[in-house]
């Protein structure tokens, strides 16, 4: 089992920044690709970014490109996004996603666990 907490949402501008983290805790970390995905109300859950186990590899949606940034910290069990130039249909619960596997996932349904997710709002 791994347990996921995020941290980090809150209130922003539009233009502004905020950084998101998950703690994981339970089995070995780096052992699993991590997954951001965010779920604005009435919307379906929606892939952001992944990176794999050892950093390497990383993957975005064409809606974050260019604004956010994935990374991880295996010492620290903890894996980042940073969002920038934050807009206001990016207001939404984002959630990272912990899945054992050495190739991306980029499906809601390929992850196997889950953190409770944290609430971004962006103002216009």
């Known amino acids: 089992q791994v347990q996921l907490v995020e941290s980090g949402g809150g209130l922003v501008q539009a233009g502004g920044s905020l950084r998101l983290s998950c703690a994981a805790s339970?089995?070995?970390?780096?052992?699993?690709?991590m997954g951001w995905f965010r779920q604005a109300p009435g919307k379906e859950r929606e892939f952001l970014a992944a990176?794999?186990?050892?950093?390497?590899?990383?993957k975005y949606a064409d809606s974050v490109k260019g604004r956010f940034t994935i990374s991880r910290d295996n010492a620290k069990n903890t894996v980042y996004l940073q969002m920038n130039r934050l807009k206001p249909e990016d207001t939404a619960v984002y959630y990272c996603?912990?899945?054992?596997?050495?190739?991306?996932?980029?499906?809601?349904?390929?992850?196997?666990?889950w953190g409770q997710g944290t609430q971004v709002t962006v103002s216009s």
């Open positions: 996603a912990a899945v054992a596997t050495l190739i991306l996932r980029v499906g809601v349904h390929e992850y196997d666990y």
């Open positions: 339970g089995r070995t970390f780096s052992s699993y690709a």
């Open positions: 990176i794999s186990w050892s950093g390497s590899s990383i």
